[in-house]
């Protein structure tokens, strides 16, 4: 295209154009698609076709050709001065450079706009510039990212959008001292039970239900997204006070813990909520988010369906027990954790009749600790299951040692009859390397085993019960449903907790309890025996309330596995010269 | 038309300042409930006493699931409890009305502007009511 055709009226042999030649580019050029104007190295505008006016948005006496470029530019009501400087710099700098120029400028100061520009030298020392509207591309563009950062279910914001979302509320914080915002985190209780028991399809119908309920509680500027499953986050922004945002956190756990109906279906869920507010020092998303989790952690872990809110004391906690984790994990490679033994005795033969096997942990730094500390938190992290075979295996190795007449008593944790099969394998595994009968283990669980998937559970106590082991309830009477779980199975012995053992005020009381533990046993073929005895007065009572075994620190406390021979042959043979 | 659905709950009454405010926030939520329920055909009940509320509402399951999320979403209540749910055969209530009761002894029947069309219906004010009485003498005996 020559575009000086478009001004001069003489040709380069300066002979005058033909009027219509010229008025049919005219036309020609107006009804492009895209505004074009041209503009000499005086930075002049020359020529400007029509589509021009309808991209600017220019009004009829605005400037055109002949005025200068600057004014030109700025009589578009669109251009913001960022933009005009734009434009204009490029033009300046096609002029200087006599090269080719492309920018896109973009705003949404004075309504949304993207416009792609190409400023182009002709030979004649004039310069073209094409002005492109790609406003309507872009923001279906926009949208389109938008939609695929969108939970399909519910149509609210995934995690991608929501960080997106964070961080812009964070830098207008910094940088406008806009306030902060708040991040909440939100996770719905019992939501599993539903997906399970009523289906999958009615689970979607409560996420979207639970969606609107929290979408509902927001303001214009606050954004509800879901991360997946029943997680949901809640950006707040601006942040009102501290007391706002925590009273918001409660009704958000109020409303979305009262009934739905979904599919026909009463469905009661409920709902926790962990909050963090801006100012945290050095705020970031991340900081945020975490900060959200841990308060989330903390609701969950006083209780479920309650809301809490981020306290930098909760970090500490999260740091030592993130510590307490990796050295437990660790422990276990190192060798730092040892059994030891303590005796249980027959009161009338007054002979030791086995051993039970209780697990230590020499921590190189913090010494030994106990297992009431180090237990929870192995079965929480799962690590309880590869600890309790190790039990298992250490403790059938240092039986099988012993006289024959001998048993040794494992603790097996609730969460090890998790995968039975597992279980089961495992104390196979224990006897063989052992090369030891199973009548000699005795495997102790306690009541709550039962409550998990009691059928599932009792067919695995009789195909432990079939390989010969024998299985005792442990730390009887602390639960609610002792007395009916005793007939579910039968169990070889019953132990009595140690808090009917311990000297309490009404110790009538307790031995009523003891007797009754002891008859009952008897009349069902089980042993009972007591734990935690330490003193002679309660080794009367107990041996008066009927009780068959004993076991505490009257006898002997646990002792380390080298010890064990000497303690039977000393009892076991001063017994025998007794007679 | 889609099957009849009905949901009959009660709830506790969390409205506080003043007599004059929570008659005028009564007010507001009959006018609002009159206007919507008309217009999603949930036709229904509500029976209140000073300590709480139980409401019926009755149609097409979509519009009582409506009507009862947003009904869920009020903070002038709490507590929410819901007494029964389930498909019906037919209407037992032709229009959205309101019952007060204020106390126990009244009988609510006499002052009762809601008109059940059914002997369904009759029973399931019944329950409402029983329910409005019981929840409020309890209350009133906790704050003695
Ligand atoms: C106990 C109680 C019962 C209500 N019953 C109804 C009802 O039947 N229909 C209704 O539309 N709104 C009812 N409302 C009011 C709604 O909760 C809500 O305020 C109203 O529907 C307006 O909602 P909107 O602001 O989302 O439009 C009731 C409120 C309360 C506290």
Known sequence: ?579 | MSALYQVLYCSRNRMSGGSKLVSDNIETILAISRQNNARDQVPGGLIFSDGCFAQVLEGPMDAVVAAFERIQCDERHSEVIVLRSGPIQARSFADWSMAFTGSSDTTLSSQLPISAVSEDGDAVLALLKSVVVRETEWLRRRVN
């Open chain 1, 1 to 579: 295209m020559t575009v000086s055709l478009l001004q001069p009226t003489q040709d380069t042999h300066g002979r005058p154009r033909r009027p219509a030649a010229i008025m049919h580019l005219r036309s020609a050029l107006n009804g492009l698609h895209l505004g074009l104007f041209t503009f000499d190295d005086a930075l002049c505008v020359q020529f400007m076709n029509e589509q021009l006016r309808i991209v600017l948005d220019l009004s009829d006496d605005a400037a055109g050709a002949g005025s200068d470029l600057q004014t030109f530019i700025e009589s578009s009501p669109i251009l913001a001065s960022t933009a005009v400087q734009q434009v204009l710099a490029a033009c300046h700098d096609a002029v200087l450079t006599r090269r080719l120029k492309l920018l896109e400028i973009s705003s949404n100061e004075k309504g949304i706009f993207y416009f792609s520009i190409r400023i182009e030298p002709l030979p004649d020392q004039t310069f073209l510039a094409t002005i492109v509207d790609m406003t309507a591309q872009r923001v279906a563009e926009a949208r389109a990212v938008e939609e695929a950062m969108c939970d399909p279910l519910t149509g609210l914001p995934n995690r991608t959008l929501f960080e997106d979302r964070v961080v812009a509320a964070l830098d207008r914080n910094a940088s406008e001292g806009v306030d902060g915002p708040a991040v909440m985190v939100i996770d719905l209780d019992r939501f599993k039970n539903v997906n399970d028991t009523l289906g999958h399809l009615t689970g979607d119908g409560l996420l979207r239900l639970v969606s609107k309920r929290l979408q509902g509680m927001m303001r214009q500027t606050d954004i509800i997204a879901r991360f997946g499953g029943d997680e949901f986050a809640a950006l707040i922004s601006p942040a009102p006070d501290l007391q706002s945002v925590s009273l918001l956190a409660s009704r958000i756990v109020d409303v979305l813990s009262r009934p739905y109906l979904v599919d026909g279906h009463l469905v009661n869920i409920g709902a926790s909520v962990g909050v963090a507010v801006t100012p945290l020092r050095g705020s970031t998303y991340a900081i945020l988010l975490r900060s959200a989790d841990l308060a989330l952690y903390d609701a969950k872990s006083r209780g479920r369906g309650t809301s809490s809110l981020f306290q930098p004391t909760m970090d500490v906690r999260a740091a030592a027990r993130r510590q307490n984790e990796n050295d437990l994990r660790k422990a276990l490679a190192l060798r730092e954790f040892s059994l030891h033994f303590q005796p249980q005795i027959d009161l009338q033969r007054n002979v030791i009749v086995g051993f039970e096997a209780l697990l230590r942990w020499h921590h190189p730094e913090r010494g030994l600790i106990s297992p009431m500390e180090f237990i929870p938190l192995a079965e929480e992290i799962g690590l309880i299951v590869p600890l309790g075979e190790w039990v298992l295996s250490q403790a059938c190795l240092a039986a099988s040692c012993w006289p024959s007449d001998i048993s040794i008593a494992v603790n097996v944790s609730p969460c090890q009859f998790g995968d039975t099969d597992r279980l089961i394998d495992a104390v196979a595994e224990a006897l063989a390397a052992a090369d030891m009968p199973g009548s000699r283990l005795e495997l102790e669980i306690t009541e709550s085993v039962l409550l998990q998937d009691a059928d599932r559970v009792l067919d695995a106590l009789h195909r432990l019960r079939a390989m010969g082991v024998r299985v005792a309830m442990d730390d009887f009477g602390t639960g609610y449903s002792s007395l009916s779980q005793l007939h579910s199975f039968p169990f070889d012995k019953i132990k009595i907790d140690r808090s009917f053992v311990k000297d309490r005020a009404d110790d009538r009381g307790q031995d009523a309890v003891i007797r009754a533990i002891a008859a009952l046993g008897g009349s069902l073929g089980m042993a009972t025996i007591a734990e935690g005895v330490e003193t002679p007065e309660q080794l009367a009572r107990i041996r008066e309330g009927g009780c068959k075994i004993v076991q505490g620190y009257l006898f002997s406390r646990p002792i380390p596995v080298e010890e064990v021979d000497l303690m039977i042959a000393r009892h076991n043979s001063k017994k025998n010269t007794d007679n």
